[in-house]
């Protein structure tokens, strides 16, 4: 039996993943989310602590014994061409020995901030000649190395290189970088007629991204 170790921001991300394999049990772990379950006849660790590097970092500071490290959740298309919902998986990374073929290999791009509208995302793409970007992996590439084992990153896309977020997500991070709900909310109540439906939209593009890599990890082979 494999033991992996997947790291997401949000318990969310998780969503299409528990969905098949079940809660499983909870693990005394220094992170807002920690289970553990059985899935494939593997032990999935499913830990989410946060966005960005530093909450990365807390939540892998004591070293296990895993036999690989996949950093995965939603990300921002830089790629014109990914769609919501395409799952995107980094080229600078260990590739899984089984995928399929509707599944794309990028340069992915990892970032301590949101790319919140397409300007950004085109500055990017132009820039990095990345395809998609997110905020966990460099983290998570490093304690793979340090620990000597494989990693992987493993996105799906839930918003598309043209489109803008409703809010500039970066505005809204406490202290230690995690998004804060309430004053989120409190921006979009302040823009009810745009920023709420647009909030619905992303979240429901969300929903769709976590469903997509319910099925990728589902019929994937690390």
């Known amino acids: 039996m494999a033991t992996w170790l997947v790291i997401a921001a949000e318990r969310r991300e998780f969503d299409g993943i528990v969905k098949r394999a079940g809660e499983g ?8 989310f920690a289970r553990e379950v059985e899935w494939k006849g593997d032990c999935w660790r499913l830990i989410a602590n946060g966005p960005g590097t530093g909450l990365v970092e807390k939540a892998l500071s004591n070293r296990m014994e ?8 939603f990300c921002g298309a830089l790629d014109p061409s990914l769609r919501v919902g395409d799952i995107a998986i980094d080229s600078g990374a260990s590739l899984p020995r089984k995928y399929r073929a509707s599944d794309r290999v990028v340069k992915m791009l990892s970032a301590d901030r949101v790319a919140a509208t397409s300007a950004e995302k085109l500055a ?4 990095t ?4 970007v ?6 998570v590439a490093r304690k793979a190395a340090a620990w000597g084992i494989p990693f992987y ?3 799906a896309v839930s918003d598309t290189a043209a489109e803008d977020l409703p809010l500039d997500f970066n505005r809204y991070r406490d202290a230690e970088g ?3 709900r309430s004053r989120i909310a ?3 109540l302040a823009r009810p007629v745009t920023a709420i439906p647009a909030l619905l939209r992303l979240n429901r593009h969300c929903q769709m991204a976590a469903e997509s890599l319910g099925d990728f990890f589902a019929d994937c082979q690390l």
Do not use: D, H, Q, Y
């Open 25 to 32: 049990k909870k693990l005394n772990w220094p992170a807002e």
């Open 66 to 73: 895993v036999s690989g490290i996949v950093s995965t959740g």
């Open 124 to 127: 990017l793409r132009e820039k």
């Open 129 to 132: 000649g990345a395809g998609a």
């Open 134 to 139: 997110e905020m966990e992996a460099a983290a």
């Open 153 to 155: 990153s493993i996105r």
């Open 178 to 180: 995690r998004f804060s």
């Open 186 to 188: 409190l921006a979009a």
